[in-house]
Nanobody, 120 residues
Framework: QVQLVESGGGLVQPGGSLRLSCAASGSIFSIYAMGWYRQAPGKQRELVAIITRDGSTKYADSVKGRFTISRDNAKNTVALQMNSLKPEDTAVYYC??????????????WGQGTQVTVSS
């Protein structure tokens, strides 16, 4: 059983910055990838950024150059540094672990989500 807890969301002005954090806990032996997804009102959930255990990263085109994803394998945490925020970044942000081995099988897990609002 694995639990994901996100933190760091809130209200920020356009051009500002926020840092989201996610901690995975429970019976964890290995996590192949940790990522951040977001869902804005009226839109489908989309991948924002993802990082594998060996440090390979991918970003959505809309956030390249503004967001940075990082990971601490020893602590099973992932962070998303968001700079130069825009109103269109407003969404609920979700942490996800992919191919998480709990000792018996490989599973995906989702966090509960944290609200990010970019507005003046």
């Amino acid at each position: 059983q694995v639990q994901l807890v996100e933190s760091g969301g809130g209200l920020v002005q356009p051009g500002g910055s926020l840092r989201l954090s996610c901690a995975a806990s429970g019976s964890i032996f290995s996590i192949y990838a940790m990522g951040w997804y977001r869902q804005a009102p009226g839109k489908q959930r989309e991948l924002v950024a993802i990082i594998t255990r060996d440090g390979s990263t991918k970003y959505a085109d809309s956030v390249k150059g503004r967001f940075t994803i990082s990971r601490d394998n020893a602590k099973n945490t992932v962070a998303l540094q968001m700079n130069s925020l825009k109103p269109e970044d407003t969404a609920v942000y979700y942490c996800k672990t992919e191919r998480t081995f709990d000792g018996s099988g490989w599973y995906d897990y989702w966090g509960q989500g944290t609200q990010v609002t970019v507005s003046s």
